[in-house]
């Protein structure tokens, strides 16, 4: 018979895979498979002792899986651009442009606007940190300006637009999970992402 799962044994999984992705890093010295692994195996042996059947357990993993996957063929949709970018010469044409063009009283706040205004475009943070974030960094130096300032106004400008882009993975995932819609979500994140 199948029981409702306490608190203590929910937690139990992510407990799991904190301390075996503490382990990993720090001692093993390994990746991210075998504490996610654990994670699994864990919640497993927790829905078992709770009633639920190994067919249960399997099709809630392909549920969840299922759901996550549009985020997946974006992260995979990202690595393409990262990489086109980078073998086309995009990055250097910014660099080069950027150097010319920008003055260095507006510097910083460009590069959190351009920065937000790509990352909201593709969806992504670590694309926009990637390709126009390390464009800014190079013509920061060139410009003088302290590599953590830069690196703070193009990670602000990244990270907003990640969150407010309705391609990004992580935005797509979250109301996915909750099962509710992708413009309801943007639309309360705005509370707190644009004061930020």
Known sequence: MKKEISMGKSILPI???????ALSIF????GMHIPLMIGVIIAAIVAKSSGWSWDDVQKMMV????????????????????????ASGVIPT????????????????????????VSVTLGSSFTSIATIGLAFMVIG???????????????????FGD??????????IAPAMAETDL??????????????
Do not use: C, Q
Request: avoid cysteine.
């Open 15 to 21: 407990l799991a895979l904190i301390i075996s992705a």
């Open 27 to 30: 001692v093993w010295k390994a």
């Open 63 to 86: 549920n969840g899986v299922a759901r996550a996957l549009p985020a997946v063929f974006i992260l995979l949709i990202i690595g393409m651009i990262v990489g086109s970018w980078i």
């Open 94 to 117: 910014i660099i080069y442009y950027g150097l010319s063009i920008i003055k260095p009283e507006i510097f910083v706040p460009i590069v959190a606007l351009v920065t937000g205004i």
């Open 141 to 159: 130096e060139g410009l003088g300006f302290a590599p953590g300032l830069v690196a703070g106004a193009v990670i602000s400008g990244a990270y």
């Open 163 to 172: 969150k407010l882009s309705p391609v990004s993975d992580t935005t797509n």
């Open 183 to 196: 413009f309801s979500h943007i639309k309360h994140m705005l509370w707190d992402t644009l004061p930020a």
